[in-house]
C-alpha cells in the first residue's frame, strides 16, 4: 500500500531522471501508486529502460514537462538541479504539481571529497 492524499494514492515524477538510480528507490520504498520518469538524453533513456523497465520513461526537459496541469503530487529532482536551476524551471515544475497537494520538490547532489 502506498502513501496516499485522502484516498488516492500519491503520483511522483522523477524529472531529469538519468539511469533510474533515485528512480528504483522510490519504487522499492514502495509509497507512490505511479512514478514517472522524464529525461532529455537518449542515451540515458536507454540506459534507464535496461534496468526501470517497469517504470514509464518520457522524453522531456525541465523546460517542457510532458504533462498536463496538476499531474504530480511531488516531483522528485536527484542530482540534477545544479543543471536547471532557473525559474522557468521552477514554473514548469509548479504546472504539473497539483494544486493541492504540498508543495515539494527533494533534490540531491553528492559532494565529491574533493568539493568539501
Do not use: N, Y
Not at 524529472?15 to 514517472?36: P, V
Amino acid at each position: 500500500m502506498g502513501a496516499h492524499a485522502g484516498d488516492t494514492p500519491l503520483a511522483a515524477l522523477d524529472l531529469a531522471a538519468g539511469t533510474g538510480i533515485l528512480t528504483r528507490a522510490l519504487q522499492a520504498h514502495g509509497q507512490f501508486g505511479k512514478i514517472e520518469a522524464v529525461e532529455p538524453s537518449e542515451g540515458m533513456r536507454a540506459k534507464f529502460l535496461q534496468r526501470c523497465a517497469s517504470i514509464t520513461m518520457h522524453d522531456g526537459t525541465s523546460h517542457s514537462i510532458p504533462f498536463g496541469d496538476d499531474s504530480f503530487d511531488i516531483v522528485f529532482v536527484g542530482q540534477a538541479f545544479h543543471w536547471f536551476d532557473d525559474v522557468q524551471s521552477l514554473k514548469e515544475i509548479h504546472r504539473v504539481l497539483k494544486k493541492a497537494s504540498q508543495k515539494g520538490m527533494l533534490t540531491i547532489r553528492v559532494l565529491a571529497l574533493d568539493d568539501l
